[in-house]
């Protein structure tokens, strides 16, 4: 199976409830590596640049209203099937249709303040990374 690399972002209404930690500990366990990580409070431009693919959704100024009220952890995830991976462990975009025993399920609110992102697929994880990380701030572990 291929080692990838994924964007992963821990929500605001995650890091406010100090879970940084618990959802952190899931990703270990399933076997991903944390190979780039920051905290950071974006700014509006920051966010709308990150969901550009969304602009035109209902959703996106309620979607970039929340991804800026409070600091985020932005970091890369490595291992097998990251990409896929990091998406299952999540669970449902909804939480109330996430699997039980996923992120999702156990620790997000609603469809806004959903805990976690993760890319989608191998094109948007290079594009996301690029966004928040230069080459030189990821330190390779399996790669
Ligand atoms: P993410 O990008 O955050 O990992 O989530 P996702 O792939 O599961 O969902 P996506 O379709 O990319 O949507 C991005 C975020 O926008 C919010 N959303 N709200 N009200 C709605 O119908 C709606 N749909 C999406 C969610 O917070 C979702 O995570
Ligand atoms: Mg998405």
């Given at each position: 199976m291929a080692i990838e690399r994924t964007l992963s972002i821990i929500k605001p209404d995650a890091v406010s409830r100090n879970l940084i930690g618990e959802i952190e500990s899931r990703f270990e366990k399933a076997g991903?590596?944390?190979?780039a990580a920051r905290m950071i409070h974006m700014t509006q431009e920051q966010a709308e640049g990150f969901y550009a693919e969304h602009r035109?959704?209902?959703?996106f100024p309620d979607l970039v209203g929340f991804m800026t009220s409070g600091p985020v952890i932005v970091q890369v995830l490595e291992g097998e099937n990251a990409i896929a991976r990091n998406r299952e462990l999540m669970g449902a975009t909804n939480p109330k249709e996430a699997e039980a025993g996923t992120i999702r399920a156990d620790y997000a609110d609603s469809i806004d303040a959903n805990a976690v992102h993760g890319s989608d697929s191998p094109e948007s994880a290079e594009r996301e990374i690029a966004y928040f990380f230069n080459d030189s701030e990821i330190c390779p572990r399996t790669l």
């Amino acid at each position: 199976m291929a080692i990838e690399r994924t964007l992963s972002i821990i929500k605001p209404d995650a890091v406010s409830r100090n879970l940084i930690g618990e959802i952190e500990s899931r990703f270990e366990k399933a076997g991903l590596q944390v190979v780039a990580a920051r905290m950071i409070h974006m700014t509006q431009e920051q966010a709308e640049g990150f969901y550009a693919e969304h602009r035109e959704r209902s959703f996106f100024p309620d979607l970039v209203g929340f991804m800026t009220s409070g600091p985020v952890i932005v970091q890369v995830l490595e291992g097998e099937n990251a990409i896929a991976r990091n998406r299952e462990l999540m669970g449902a975009t909804n939480p109330k249709e996430a699997e039980a025993g996923t992120i999702r399920a156990d620790y997000a609110d609603s469809i806004d303040a959903n805990a976690v992102h993760g890319s989608d697929s191998p094109e948007s994880a290079e594009r996301e990374i690029a966004y928040f990380f230069n080459d030189s701030e990821i330190c390779p572990r399996t790669l």
